[in-house]
């Protein structure tokens, strides 16, 4: 049988076309048994197979409860990590991991400490918010602070500094 040749209003025509015998009931005359599907990284619409778009995440940043951009926090505080993205759909999961960043020139021969890996799901087509409770990693001993930033995929957010044994505003007992 002669498989015959498509043209969608959408400009793509998808070149896998398969025998299914179940349709023989419901066969269209002109193509018979025959049904077709979108290649790799398309989807079908309408008539036509457009280009799937991954989810991209665009911004990563660490913000208090009130959503304002911060740089720093104390020991214990809960903290938010805003993720900001396009082409997301809702209930998408995300594999995030917070590190701390050795930035000390002692350091710079170990990578960073691992402090945690966990996935979340996307809240809405926008992103997500991921709540955090900040901890001390006092394993490098040298600095009297840390920094940690948060890594999805390729993207990673700018550094959090976290004081130990600071009350609000950073009033530091040391």
């Not at 209003?9 to 009931?25: F, Q, V």
């Amino acid at each position: 049988m002669n498989v015959p040749s498509s043209n969608y209003p959408e400009g793509y025509t998808p070149i896998s076309w398969t025998y299914d015998a179940e349709m023989m009931l419901f066969a269209n005359p002109k193509l018979g048994p025959c049904r077709w599907a979108c290649n790799s990284g398309y989807a079908q619409s309408g008539n036509g197979c457009i280009a799937v778009q991954p989810c991209v995440i665009n911004s990563i940043n660490w913000v208090n409860k009130e959503g304002t951009t911060i740089s720093r926090a104390n020991e214990g505080e809960t903290v938010y990590i805003l993720v900001e993205g396009r082409n997301c759909n809702i209930g998408d999961s995300l594999n995030y991991e917070i590190y701390e960043k050795d930035i000390l020139v002692t350091d710079w021969a170990q990578p960073d400490d691992l402090i945690k890996q966990d996935t979340v799901k996307l809240q809405n087509k926008e992103g997500a918010v991921i709540e955090w409770k900040t901890v001390f990693d006092a394993n490098d001993g040298f600095s009297p602070n840390n920094n940690y930033y948060v890594k999805i995929g390729d993207m990673s957010s700018r550094l959090l500094e976290t004081k130990k044994g600071c009350a609000e505003d950073w009033q530091c007992t040391d």
